[in-house]
Structures are given as C-alpha cells and as structure tokens.
C-alpha cells in the first residue's frame, strides 16, 4: 500500500469548510464527505472538477449567509 499525504491545497479547503460551517451554521460532515481527491506522486489533491463545483458553491453559500446577516441587522 503506498503512503500519501495531503497537499497544502486540500488542508487549505479542509479549514475552509470548518470555517464555512461556522459562518452558515451547517454540517460540515456533509461537505467532507463529497471532497474529492487524486493521488499524484505521492500527495493528494482535489480533483479539478470538485475544485469547480466548490467554487461556486462556496461563493453561493457565502453571499446567502450575508444576506441572513443583513436581514437580522435590520430587524
């Protein structure tokens, strides 16, 4: 079985997520579950599609929690 370990770029998305659930108050076992990797020499990166998606995902879920901030400001 060979070793592999994780590249900066996945730490990187992991802490994103924590910091993500945080602000949106979601699961973030959820979003752990749907990361998607490929092994190249002997590191794990996300793949390029799941990069994408996340992208726009993140983006999306992010302008959603400032709109509920804003709406709980003007109450």
């Not at 770029?9 to 924590?18: P, T």
């Not at 190249?40 to 509920?68: C, P, T, V, W």
């Amino acid at each position: 079985m060979d070793k592999v370990k994780l590249h900066d770029s996945v730490i990187a998305h992991v802490v994103k997520l924590i910091q993500l659930g945080f602000i949106t108050g979601t699961d973030v076992v959820d979003h752990f579950r749907m990361i998607e990797m490929v092994a190249e020499e002997g590191e794990l990166f996300l793949s390029k599609e799941y990069e994408e998606k996340q992208e726009n995902n993140i983006g999306r879920m992010l302008e959603e929690a400032s709109q509920q901030s804003e709406k709980q400001q003007e109450q």
